[in-house]
Every structure is written in structure tokens, then in C-alpha cells.
T-cell receptor, first 118, second 114 residues
């Protein structure tokens, strides 16, 4: 149980285009989803917290207009990288916490999306 | 603010040898602690977690971790590593007062020699 599916697993796009990454909770409802960014050989950096039906909360230094997050349902959150540039190339990972889960329950992670901007 | 330090960037061990990965955290109250493992190009898989109670916690794949409040540590151990244990390991800390967000350590890459 508690499977998080992330799609696509990898994407290559041209500079200036936008890319949408989907994060779905397959067998549970996720009131909260988190989006992380991971540079090669580095740790995960939290970008934003997404709550179903409300605006995402972005971490300091993350451009909300560049990284659009939508959490329209209890099973789907999307991250759109707008006007992508090569420096946006990274590994993006989503995670989810189930509806009703306690505050200290572990997160369930997707398998990540490798974005390469050429 | 909470923080997590994993002092070892990478560790090489021989198959069958024991493994210990260090994790130190900084937080004013009792945090909740996790160890995750990440294979190349993959997401994170939970190995084990600590919230309260017994300070020695058992996880999957034969891993265990011990919470030591006096040392602000939560080290991960495995008595005998397998080649499949080669991966990146992340320690993470969370706290209710921090909005339940997880802060990750820098990670430790484990290489297993045959």
C-alpha cells in the first residue's frame, strides 16, 4: 500500500518551454504533498508544500511563478516548471502524507522525475 | 531551526562486513527521525523511523538505528551488508513545531566491495 506514482520519470525539453510533472497517490488520499528538488550527489531540498484545495506554501528562495503547483484533488498534485532554463535541470521528487495520517507519519515518495533542459 | 548532519559523504564496505552510518541532528525538542534509502534514479524508501519509546528501532532489510538523546544522534547499522545495500542513505528529521516538514541530511553513499 501507500504507493506514490510520479510521471514522467524523465523528460527532456527545450529552453523556454514548460514542463508538467504529475504526482499521484494510487491507493490512498493525500491531503498534503511535498515537492523536493535534488541536485546530483546532493540531498533533497524542499521546494513547496501543497495542500489539497489551497495554495501551495513555497520555501524561501523558490520562485512561485516559475514552479507552479496545483493540488486539485486528494490524489493528484502537479508541478509545472515554466519557461524552463538549463539551470532548472534537476531531479524532482514528490512525496505524500495520507489523509488522517498523524503528524509524524512517514512520507511516501514517488520515484522522481529527471528533468533535462537543453 | 532543525538541521541534520551526516558526516560521511561516502563509505565503502566489503560484502558481509558491518555498516554504520552516522546522523546527528539539531533540534530543541524531541524530533521524529527517519532513515531513507535511495537507489540511483529512484525515489526514497523508508527504512525505519523513531518517534518515542524504545531507542533501538528495527527496520526493513535488516537495518536498525539507535536514538541517543545525549549525543543528538540516530545512527543506522547493519550487521552484515549485501551487495544490494549499495545506495544513498538519508537521515531526516521532522517536528510538529516545524510544520511537519522533513529536513534531510546530505546523504551518505554506500559502496559495497565484493
Amino acid at each position: 500500500g501507500a504507493v506514490v506514482s510520479q510521471h514522467p520519470s524523465w523528460v527532456i525539453c527545450k529552453s523556454g518551454t514548460s514542463v508538467k510533472i504529475e504526482c499521484r497517490s494510487l491507493d490512498f488520499q493525500a491531503t498534503t504533498m511535498f515537492w523536493y528538488r535534488q541536485f546530483p550527489k546532493q540531498s533533497l531540498m524542499l521546494m513547496a508544500t501543497s495542500n489539497e484545495g489551497s495554495k501551495a506554501t513555497y520555501e524561501q528562495g523558490v520562485e512561485k511563478d516559475k514552479f507552479l503547483i496545483n493540488h486539485a484533488s486528494l490524489t493528484l498534485s502537479t508541478l509545472t516548471v515554466t519557461s524552463a532554463h538549463p539551470e532548472d535541470s534537476s531531479f524532482y521528487i514528490c512525496s505524500a502524507r495520507g489523509q488522517g495520517a498523524s503528524y509524524n507519519s512517514p512520507l511516501h515518495f514517488g520515484n522522481g522525475t529527471r528533468l533535462t533542459v537543453t | 531551526a532543525q538541521s541534520v548532519t551526516q558526516p560521511d559523504i561516502h563509505i565503502t564496505v566489503s560484502e558481509g562486513a558491518s555498516l554504520e552510518l552516522r546522523c546527528n541532528y539539531s533540534y530543541g525538542a524531541t524530533p521524529y527521525l527517519f532513515w531513507y534509502v535511495q537507489s540511483p534514479g529512484q525515489g526514497l524508501q523508508l527504512l525505519l523511523k523513531y518517534f518515542s519509546g524504545d531507542t533501538l528501532v528495527q527496520g526493513i532489510k535488516g537495518f536498525e538505528a539507535e536514538f541517543k538523546r545525549s549525543q543528538s544522534s540516530f545512527n543506522l547499522r547493519k550487521p552484515s551488508v549485501h551487495w544490494s545495500d549499495a545506495a544513498e542513505y538519508f537521515c531526516a528529521v521532522g517536528a510538529r513545531a516545524a510544520g511537519n516538514k522533513l529536513t534531510f541530511g546530505g546523504g551518505t553513499r554506500v559502496l559495497v566491495k565484493p
